[in-house]
């Protein structure tokens, strides 16, 4: 089954000399991620899955396929509970994946 | 993998650094629906750019680096496309403050401007007392207007704060504008000078506090923060007059790039090239930055240093000199020499980086 994502609405950001800064609206949190993870937060736009950008991040770095999903799932769940991401089973609608 | 919580201080700081835009001010229109009697503007033509500009604007922003804008006129609301402006800058995901008066706003406006998680509203409070504040506007009922609005967006969920320009046909009625903050649950931001207006006209100084009220208002902390020690102009002169020049700048309605919207100089205009390019490139932009406090000769021997909280842009706009004294931080530097308090090192200028 397929597990979308999507930043979350109440999210400000911009990423500065390859790494990401998140600033949320709601608590406002700023959050600065170092530059691999700053780079899996810059394919989080329009229609994507964590088996795509898994595959993505198994292009651009080193490593078993199998460890890299291993971080990756353990990065986004933290990005969750930072509320900064969403994750969902179906696609999101239009107006989310259209957000830059 | 990491993401670490940081200060909003440290963004600023890499801004500083790298010669990037942070943070900056559009004033989206100069129209308006009141005619305050110190308002900066020397008119109120201007309607701004188109929408389709402004989404080139925010397009460039979010290339250059830009994390916060502050979208004001004027006043914004007179834009009927104001709305689509900011969620245009959301879908950029710019984090968005707006000032404003308020009055035009529309229990549908809030309901957006929380649904888009705008940051902050500022909303201009010139009294607690209806009358005052409505000569200030010069429009009956303006008062009553913006408080309701407050109240509703408090009571969305919308993060308000009260700018209050303070006036000496105003200040007497600082206590009571408090308890009405502190009632609502909101900040006051206070400012204790009235500028000039843009075009350098000093009309507006008829409304400027008399020594007399600047005394007063002095000894409230919470509206003139207050430094415990003095800080010596020779062991600083290395140190930056002012950020904004490095982290920050403003945008007229005309597209005009401003390393501040108080230092009226133009770096370019975004209808003729990338803010990021101008940015960094401006040769203007790039000299005010080579400024450093050795540069401003009057300050080395003035007795006020320690009490002054100069404003290059001030000092350019109404005495014709960026490196020149300001006589407006003068004014106050001498009431706070009179009282024996010192401004915070903050206030001042910064130490350079790199």
């Not at chain 1, 999210?11 to 609206?25: L, M, P, Y």
């Not at chain 2, 940015?279 to 540069?295: A, Y």
């Not at chain 2, 290059?312 to 308090?341: F, I, M, Q, T």
């Amino acid at each position: 089954m397929c597990t979308y994502l999507a930043k979350g609405i109440n999210v400000s950001c911009r990423t500065i000399n390859k790494e990401a800064f998140i600033f949320d609206q709601k608590s406002r949190q700023l959050l600065k991620l170092d530059m691999i993870g700053s780079f899996i937060w810059d394919q989080i736009r329009g229609e994507i899955t964590i088996d795509q950008v898994v595959e993505i991040c198994c292009q651009a770095f080193e490593g078993s396929r199998q460890e890299i999903a291993s971080s990756i799932n353990e990065f986004l769940n933290d990005l969750c509970d930072k509320k900064v991401l969403n994750l969902s089973s179906e696609p999101f609608c239009e107006e989310v994946t259209s957000v830059c | 993998m990491f993401a670490n919580e940081i200060k909003l201080g440290d963004i600023a700081l890499l801004g500083k650094k790298n010669i990037i835009p942070i943070s900056m001010l559009v004033e989206v229109c100069y129209t308006c629906n009141e005619n305050c009697v110190h308002c900066c503007l020397d008119n109120h033509a201007k309607s701004g750019l188109s929408l389709s500009e402004y989404e080139s604007l925010f397009d460039q922003m979010a290339e250059a680096g830009t994390f916060y804008v502050i979208l004001t006129g004027g006043e914004p609301f007179t834009r009927p496309d104001f709305m689509d402006i900011v969620r245009a800058a959301r879908r950029r995901r710019l984090s968005v403050t707006i000032f404003t008066n308020a009055t035009l706003l529309s229990d549908s406006h809030i309901a957006e401007l929380n649904a888009l998680y705008v940051d902050e509203v500022h909303v201009s409070i010139y009294s607690a007392n209806p009358d005052v504040h409505d000569r200030v506007t010069r429009v009956n009922g303006s008062f009553v207007k913006s408080m309701t609005a407050i109240k509703k967006m408090l009571a969305a969920g919308i993060t308000v704060r009260i700018k209050c320009p303070l006036m000496n046909a105003t200040v007497d009625g600082i206590d009571e504008l408090k308890k009405v903050a502190k009632n609502l649950g909101v900040n006051i931001q206070y400012s204790s000078i009235i500028t000039a207006r843009n075009d350098g006209s000093l009309d507006t100084h008829q409304c400027r506090l008399t020594h007399d009220q600047l005394q007063t208002v002095l000894s409230y902390p919470d509206v003139m923060s207050r430094g415990d020690e003095p800080i010596y102009y020779h062991k600083n002169m290395d140190c930056i007059p002012c950020d904004t020049v490095f982290n920050g700048g403003s945008i007229d309605p005309e597209g005009n790039v401003y390393a501040c919207n108080q230092l009226r100089m133009i770096g370019g205009n975004i209808l003729e090239q990338p803010l990021g390019a101008i940015w960094r490139e401006s040769p203007v932009f790039n000299t005010l930055r080579s400024i450093r406090l050795r540069d401003l000769k009057k300050c080395s021997d003035c007795d006020l240093f320690h009490h002054c909280t100069r404003c290059p842009g001030l000092a350019y706009l109404e005495d014709g000199d960026v490196l020149g004294c300001s006589s407006a931080a003068k004014a106050v530097a001498e009431a706070r020499k009179r009282a024996d308090v010192y401004p915070t090192e903050a206030h001042i200028f910064s130490q350079p980086i790199g």
